[in-house]
């Protein structure tokens, strides 16, 4: 049973050089890492395999940058509308390159939800691409929106490049401080900073992304520089990566776990990373990990054990690493990934708060059902939740923790964590080694009778019991238990007869089993592939 007192759990301690190598801008950081792995090193393979190098990077960024800023003022949030592409990652550098805000828009909640966080992050201008448009059909919404922000296109940004800007490019592919505006060195940044009082650049925002949106109106995340360079430090003490590596990528990059873990960690650390649009095309990405020679692989349990059934058989044979966050592994995607190609899944815990990773397992400590150990330079302080034993509220603190959130009530404004502690809103167990494991989400916690129930455990004994269907559980009031528990479901045969036999063959408190069934096509989800819960309180409430 969980004590009265909280409980704190430190990661390993962090050596001081590692902090002091987050104390600049993203862009400087990669203008560093492209003096130290050298200009010609490819950097990015896009869909269409185009291959960029750190030079084009940085010249595209500083030309395109050099565009994009006009209109718009340093420190100012500029939104961007794009698929997981080298596009997207010249847009947010160009941004970043000359002190802009990117503000990652996610498409796929529509013109409400984008509007939402137009409103929020204090938005008046969107970057997106004609062809992106055309291809996902965005068109009626793109007109939407641009009754409430100049909708710039990246076609016309690169075919009305001046000569000036295609010699800023120049001078800064040499001299990139000088174009842009940033000091020498960011030492000699910090020094102003200290003289004038003012945050040094590293400090502010570089990034705005937004929650999911599971359980109500997204809020911004304001993640600093900081913020994202600290936590690239963090992983690599906590998971051996190295120069020879090649991350594989289709998550979105309105995702956090898709931008500063796909993305901006292996431009950082100095090795290839190879993007796709879209998760959602199985055999086409089984095909190119196979082809690139990927090595890494960040996913989902979702769109991992759709990868694995789809390659053909090797197809996933030169990965070291499978990553995954955003939901629990299930046991068959364990199994299945194991069987076809030998290969452990590391399953982790990221939020977009911690820029993202807190947890992960590492190999050759790694634990089934678990999230790994919190990541070095971070503490997790757990708090008694009334009616779940051996178990707590997880609240986090590090250097990879947020700025702030900016919330859809005061838009603009930044509100730092108290204290610098993040609630996770996630109840945990964490073992005498260590490891985490999750519990779920308070929020996903259904109080029958007194007693608390884990609507994952409800989940979880659907999915054992019909592994090739989608499930989502959610509570209902109940006049005399306080609530009771509705589980939706694409089984058409699904009956509660049978999950109330499981429950009793496994030792599960009937408190777990339903009260109702509802049978539905399809289990709405948001565009990380997350369950929408909103939608499906909606659902339920018409049947």
């Known amino acids: 049973m969980l004590a009265a007192t909280v409980a ?15 104390r600049k801008t993203l862009f400087q950081a990669l203008v560093d890492v492209r003096a130290r792995v050298g200009g010609s090193r490819p950097a990015i393979v896009d869909g269409d395999e185009t291959v960029a190098t750190y030079d084009m990077l940085v010249m595209a960024s500083l030309a395109v940058g050099h565009a994009l800023r006009k209109g718009t003022a340093p420190g100012e949030a500029v939104g961007i509308m ?49 062809k992106f448009v055309d291809l996902a059909k965005l068109g009626g919404m793109v007109a939407e929106l641009s009754s409430k922000a100049e909708i710039v296109y990246l076609e016309d940004v690169r075919k009305h490049l001046t000569v000036f800007d295609k010699a800023v490019a120049a001078t800064g592919k040499f001299a990139p401080p000088f174009v842009t505006g940033g000091k020498a060195s960011h030492f000699v940044g910090n020094v102003w900073a200290n003289l004038t009082g003012k945050k040094p650049a590293y400090d502010h925002p570089a990034v705005i992304l937004f929650t999911s949106g599971t359980e109500g109106e997204p809020k911004g995340v304001a993640l600093s520089h900081f913020n994202i360079l600290v936590n690239i430090e963090q992983a690599c003490e906590h998971v051996p990566l190295f120069a020879t590596d090649v991350m594989f990528n289709a998550l979105p990059m309105f995702h956090c776990f898709g931008l500063n873990t796909g993305v901006i960690l292996p431009l950082i650390v100095g090795f290839k990373t190879v993007l796709h649009p879209t998760p959602l ?16 692989l960040i996913s989902t349990d979702t769109f991992l054990s759709q990868y694995a059934r789809a390659g053909e058989e090797g197809a996933l044979k030169n990965l070291r690493i499978a990553a995954c966050g955003a939901e629990r592994v299930r046991d068959e995607t364990r199994q299945l990934l194991h069987r076809k190609s030998s290969l452990e899944i590391l399953e982790g815990y990221g939020l977009t708060e911690a820029s993202p990773l807190a ?41 990879n923790v947020m700025l702030g959130y900016i919330r859809p009530d005061q838009p603009g404004v930044i509100q730092p964590p108290k204290d610098g502690w993040h609630d996770t809103g996630d109840v945990v167990h964490i073992d005498e080694d260590g490891f985490i494991s999750i519990k779920g989400r308070l929020k996903r916690f259904a ?5 608390a129930v884990s609507l994952a455990v409800v989940e979880n ?3 054992a019991l019909w592994p090739d269907f989608a499930h989502a559980a959610i509570t209902m009031p109940d006049g005399r238990k306080g609530e009771h528990i509705v589980l939706l479901t694409t089984n058409p045969d699904a009956d509660r007869i049978d999950l109330v036999g499981w429950a009793q063959n496994h030792g599960v408190s009937e408190l777990a089993v339903p009260k109702r069934i509802i049978h539905i ?22 049947k």
């Open 82 to 130: 794009l698929p997981t592409s080298l596009g997207t990652v010249i847009a947010f550098f160009a941004l970043s390159a000359f002190g802009r805000v990117p503000t990652m828009l996610n498409f796929s909640n529509g013109a409400a939800g984008v509007f939402s966080a137009l409103r929020t992050a204090k938005v008046k201008r969107i970057v997106t691409a004609r």
């Open 447 to 451: 109080k029958i009778g007194g007693e």
């Open 521 to 542: 096509d399809a289990i709405p989800v948001l565009g990380t592939g997350k369950i929408d819960y909103t939608r499906v309180e909606k659902i339920a409430l018409t």
């Open 359 to 399: 947890a992960i397992n590492q190999p050759g400590a790694n634990h089934s059902g678990t999230i790994g150990h919190i990541l070095p330079g971070m503490d997790a302080r757990l708090e008694p939740v009334e009616g779940i034993p051996n178990a707590g509220r997880m609240f986090i603190q590090g250097p």
């Open 281 to 296: 095309q199985p055999k086409e990405i089984s095909r190119r990990i196979r082809e690139t020679g990927a090595t890494i």
């Open 8 to 22: 704190v759990v430190s990661g390993k301690e962090m050596k001081p050089i590692d902090l002091q190598n987050g």
């Open 461 to 463: 004994i659907a999915l």
